[in-house]
């Protein structure tokens, strides 16, 4: 009987050690646990929080940029328009004082059709009663290309001093820039023409000085386009009566 109690008392006491070896077991567990979480986030959730910061400032700087490119665009086309404009307004305000006389030779009109990189590169030259300056001078338009940058630009030939050297001197002015087009045409009452030569002397030999009036409009067209921000270039245009176009040397001579 004895025996058997000690038995008993053995198995309750190996119980016991086992249910506090357990006990403390599952304490230090639930401690690790709790000492992990409290030391910080694990190198998986790390990643996975940069992976997804990244992923919202990619989008964040893309619709930036994308905002920041199309506000650039539109001042770049803005100060394209004011270029245009202003260019266009003061070479209609020159055409439209246009003048010749059969008195004075150096009082020409010429007006040449001519290209350029497969574009329009036209020029005009002609005596203007409205260049800004007091008397009558020498305006002549035409498209020079910037070597440095490989720009062109409308140029603008302004001479006080009209002389018998009709297609040189003066001072040459940038008027417009990323012109990669100029074109002129000229109206006659009936009919459009490419070019217009009013040149009572004729020294010039490669034009046909068959006109003895300036025309009654000039239609003038420009082509602006900067290749780093421009797919296709943009068209201005404008067209300019000239009051003077009644005056005619053939009938000054006949007189």
């Given at each position: 009987m004895k025996v058997k109690d000690r038995k008993q008392k053995t198995e309750i006491d190996l119980y016991c050690v086992m249910r506090d070896a357990y006990c403390v077991e599952k304490k230090k567990t639930q401690y690790s646990i709790r000492t992990t979480h409290?030391?910080?986030?694990?190198?998986i959730e790390l990643?996975?929080?940069?992976?997804?910061?990244?992923?919202v400032v990619s989008a964040v700087y893309g619709s930036f940029q994308a905002g920041l490119n199309s506000w650039k665009n539109a001042q770049f086309k803005i100060e394209l328009y004011q270029n245009a404009r202003v260019a266009l307004e003061q070479m209609?305000?020159?055409i439209r004082g246009a003048f010749i006389s059969e008195k004075n030779s150096y009082y020409k009109f010429i007006g040449k059709?001519?290209?350029?990189?497969?574009?329009?590169?036209?020029?005009?030259?002609?005596?203007?009663?409205?260049?800004?300056?007091?008397?009558?001078?020498?305006?002549?338009?035409f498209i020079d290309d910037d070597l440095d940058s490989d720009v062109s630009n409308l140029e603008r030939r302004c001479d006080s001093t009209p002389d018998d050297e009709f297609l040189e001197g003066g001072t040459i002015d940038l008027l417009a820039m990323f012109v990669v087009g100029l074109n002129?045409?000229?109206?006659?009452?009936?009919?459009?023409?490419?070019?217009?030569?009013?040149?009572?002397?004729g020294?010039?030999?490669?034009?046909?000085?068959?006109?003895?009036?300036?025309p009654k409009a000039i239609e003038i067209t420009l082509s602006i386009q900067n290749p780093e921000v421009q797919q296709k270039p943009l068209i201005f245009s404008t067209m300019v009566s000239i009051p003077t176009?009644?005056?005619?040397?053939e009938e000054d001579i006949e007189e």
């Open positions: 409290d030391e910080g986030f694990t190198l990643i996975i929080a940069v992976l997804i910061a990244a992923l209609s305000k020159e059709d001519a290209a350029y990189r497969d574009s329009d590169a036209d020029m005009l030259d002609f005596i203007s009663t409205s260049s800004g300056l007091n008397g009558l001078c020498e305006i002549g338009y002129f045409k000229y109206f006659d009452g009936e009919e459009w023409k490419d070019s217009w030569v009013v040149d009572e002397n020294e010039d030999e490669s034009l046909e000085a068959e006109d003895k009036c300036l176009s009644t005056i005619s040397l």
